[in-house]
């Protein structure tokens, strides 16, 4: 998978993520004064979100020493929002407060809720211990549920069997929530045999599959061009009178039709799709249909799919990540460019990922000039380039045999010192080589040692136990440019085609 495809997958990029984290301070910054109007602890916690990183405890402290009152329930909703908005540490602290501070007994689901917090903010292994130190007696089958989510995210699949077993043994199961996690994570490593005996398992028990079920079970036939199973199962699920189908399904079909080679028989489940936008999924839904357009080759629907994106009257980052690879991917850089200069002139939040598209896209084409011109702008703009930029030219340079400018790229990567933009290992080796062919065996050295002093031995023992006779410089084929990926992660959410399921102790 190249780094254009994983910047269109990945709508809140971590790259995004890096330049916010940069914002934050290293002191905690409260309010010294609330007007009355309007003033609520819901809107003191909201607006604390500029610094994730800090304690949200202050805050509650500071609403207790004016005299105001704290009400469990609107804790609760607040930890609900948390969780929604990925403030997961943040949830978890005033989760923690409710129980310990304001001694509040906590619900199974608030259990089973904090568990899952845990678990995404100190780890499994934390979770596990939480999970124990909970009496027999309170352990519920949401509070099961939510460690067999947290196994499965980890993808320990051996524990993870084993706590469905015991949630078989233990209770009752009439919802099919559990087994939507056991489906999606057999889906997400490929055990596809597993899927349709657990479903035939849960018609013999009288567990009605669901919306995420059904979803789940169509990505997994998308996913592997079973052309027939997916249209089988879409059959059966048009003909479930009480089954809503959304967008998202047949968005699913119509790439599992475009994954076949089957373009043609997309675009009528594409315009399906589309009449099934809500006013609520139109963000998401929009951007998915700018990608599946573009891969099935209709620049005119990319463009009338943008129209109607703009129509919402709010422009995000990740519609313009969207609409300006899937332009690129069809070869179209003057719509491109063009719609970038919208971007640039008007946005009012700096996203990195979007020069980078067309950064990465130009030097997979070798247009390393017009690469070259979107780096001067960004330094233009008063901005410093992310390490993926200068990773992603190194490698373009590469490409071209112009190993002086590759050397001078590879050491502004390391030097932005930043994990998720690092070079790929071919790229550096391709590096050392021309340094050592150069006779500069003290250079190479230099750029070994400032890849250890900047904390990548792994990158240094991989360039140091390398093939002999491996030649990066050989590689025509764009995989060097191509396994960026292997340092710049895009995304932190497992997801299975176009859906991503959660585990929601409190449903």
């Known amino acids: 998978m190249n780094h254009l495809r994983r910047a269109r997958e990945s709508l ?25 109007a309007g003033d609520s602890l819901r809107l003191r916690i909201i607006t604390h979100g500029g610094v994730k990183r800090t304690s949200i405890i202050p ?14 329930n609107e804790l609760v909703s607040l930890i609900r929002l948390l969780r929604q908005r ?17 001694k509040q007994s906590i619900a199974p689901g608030g259990i089973a809720i904090q568990l899952d917090l845990i678990s995404k903010v100190h780890g499994l292994e934390q979770a596990e211990k939480y ?20 196994y499965a995210k980890n993808k320990c699949l051996v524990k993870v069997e084993g706590m469905f077993q015991k949630i078989r043994e233990s209770f009752s199961v009439k919802k099919p929530l559990s087994y939507n996690v056991m489906l999606n994570l057999y889906a997400q490593l490929g055990r596809h045999e597993k899927l349709d005996a657990l479903m035939l398992e849960m018609e013999e028990q009288g567990i009605n599959c669901d919306s995420f079920t059904f979803n789940i079970r169509l990505n997994a036939y998308a996913s592997t061009s079973d052309i027939e199973g997916m249209e089988k199962l879409l059959l059966k699920m048009e003909a479930d009178p009480c089954l809503k189908l959304d967008w998202n399904i047949y968005a699913v079909a119509a790439n599992g039709y475009l994954k076949a080679g089957l373009t043609e028989m997309s675009l009528p489940l594409l315009k399906r799709a589309e009449q099934l936008i809500s006013d609520n999924a139109a963000k998401y839904a929009y951007e998915t249909l700018l990608t599946l357009y573009a891969s099935s080759g209709r620049k005119d629907e990319v463009y009338r799919v943008w129209n109607l994106y703009k129509k919402m009257g709010r422009f995000y980052n990740s519609g313009y990540i969207c609409v300006i690879s899937s332009l690129v991917k069809l070869d179209d850089f003057d719509g491109a460019e063009m719609i970038f200069a919208g971007w640039e002139s008007g946005h ?13 896209a130009y030097c997979q084409r070798d247009f390393l000039e017009k690469a070259e011109g979107h780096v001067n702008r960004i330094i233009k703009g008063g901005k410093e380039p992310h390490a993926a930029v200068w990773s992603i030219l190194a490698s373009g340079y590469q490409r071209n045999n112009k190993m002086e400018k590759a050397v001078a790229a590879v050491k502004k990567a390391i030097l932005a010192n930043s994990p998720l933009g690092m070079p790929n290992h071919l790229t550096l080796v391709a590096c050392v080589d021309y340094l050592e062919a150069q006779g500069e065996g003290k250079a190479a050295n230099e750029l070994l040692k400032m890849l250890k002093d900047h904390g990548h031995d792994r990158l240094v023992n991989k360039i ?14 764009g995989s060097a440019l191509g396994q960026i990926e292997e340092n710049v992660e895009l995304h932190d959410e497992e997801k299975s085609g176009f859906i991503e399921f959660k585990y929601e102790a409190d449903s």
């Open 12 to 36: 809140d990029s971590v790259t995004t993520r890096v330049l916010r984290r940069l914002s934050y301070s290293t002191q905690t910054r409260f309010p010294t004064s609330f007007s009355d």
């Open 59 to 72: 805050v509650l402290h500071q609403w207790i020493e004016e005299g105001k009152r704290v009400k469990p």
């Open 86 to 102: 990925r403030r997961f540490k943040h949830a978890l602290e005033i989760s923690e407060w409710l129980s310990d501070d304001m």
């Open 131 to 150: 999970f124990n130190s909970i009496p027999e007696s309170v352990r519920s089958l949401e509070l099961h549920g939510a460690l067999l989510n947290c």
């Open 348 to 360: 009012t939040v700096y996203s990195a990922d979007i020069p980078i598209v067309l950064i990465s």
């Open 464 to 477: 140091n136990n390398r093939n002999v006779g491996e030649n990066a410089h050989d590689r025509k084929d």
